[in-house]
Structures are given as C-alpha cells and as structure tokens.
C-alpha cells in the first residue's frame, strides 16, 4: 500500500501545494509539526544535499550530527527512491556545489 494514497495524505500534499508564501509555509509547519519533526526533516534534507555534493559519511555527520542510520537512509532515497530529494535539491540549486543536478 503506497502511503501517499489515502484521503489524509492527500489532503496534506493538497495543503502543501496551497501555500503561496514562505510566511504561509512557515506558519503550516510550525502548526502541523513538532519542534523535533521540524528538525528532523531540516537535517535530512542537509544530509541530502551533503551526499549529493560527495560528502563522505563522516563529514555529512559531523557538519549535521546526522545519525549514521539517517545517513544511511537519506542515502538509500537518493539513489533508490522517487527522486524526490534530486527534485528538490535541483529546483534549490544546491545540489552538486550550486550546481542544477542532471
């Protein structure tokens, strides 16, 4: 069963899409998440953007304090997941040194 399809997250990813400013994006987040989740997520999305620039394990945890299993799971979604990161990563223009990521 794909988690994304079901009435509650669908309605999350509609939310998602509605926001039109980073002032409504940060008001949904810090109303629809915990301080720690809020966190969580920051540091995974750095751990992305550290490995996609060829960061080495131990320099993505000691610049994020990454966990080596949530290293090792970022990892995992860059190069066996949706793309979802690489997608991201790219429309940010932080991937691979500032760089679009092909």
Sequence with gaps: MDLLENENTRLLISALLSLESEEECRNFIRDIMTSREILSIGQRLAVANLLRRGGTYAEVAE????????????????????????????????????????
């Design 63 to 102: 610049k994020t304090g990454a966990s080596s299993a949530t290293i090792v799971r970022v990892n995992q979604c860059l190069r066996y997941g949706s793309g979802g990161y690489r997608s991201v990563l790219s429309k940010l223009g932080t991937a691979r040194g500032g760089e679009e990521a092909r």
